[in-house]
Nanobody, 121 residues
């Protein structure tokens, strides 16, 4: 079981990035999937997630209106489109899959290695 996140990098405030997460070893149809992030000296926090049963999505307050989560079933991949990025968005971003739906990291069983996003001028 592997989740590989990519797409991070250095971006100026106000810019955009699209993160990708390719999954291998299991079918995303059977797991809820989400994006999380962890900034230095801060706990890991949920950003957004997709319910594998009905496709509904949930966003953390800081992501609403700026970030969009979506999946490609054919590619077994998950994406996070991030717009209007702010310096406070600087963190390592992780994709995860689990049996329970929500933004609580403890509910997720499988994690990717993370990709660093740095928002700075």
């Amino acid at each position: 079981v592997q989740l590989q996140a990519s797409g991070g990098g250095l971006v100026r405030p106000g810019g955009s990035l699209r993160l990708s997460c390719v999954v291998s070893g299991f079918n995303l149809d059977y797991y809820h999937i989400g994006w999380f992030r962890q900034a230095p000296r801060k706990p890991r926090e949920g950003i957004s997630c997709i319910n594998s049963i009905d496709g509904s999505t949930n966003y953390a307050y800081f992501a609403k209106g700026r970030f969009t989560i979506f999946r490609d079933n054919a590619k077994n991949a998950l994406y996070l489109q991030m717009n209007s990025l702010k310096p406070d968005d600087t963190a390592v971003y992780y994709c995860a899959a689990g049996r329970f739906y929500g933004l609580n990291a403890d509910d997720y069983d499988y994690w990717g290695r993370g990709t660093l996003v740095t928002v700075s001028s």
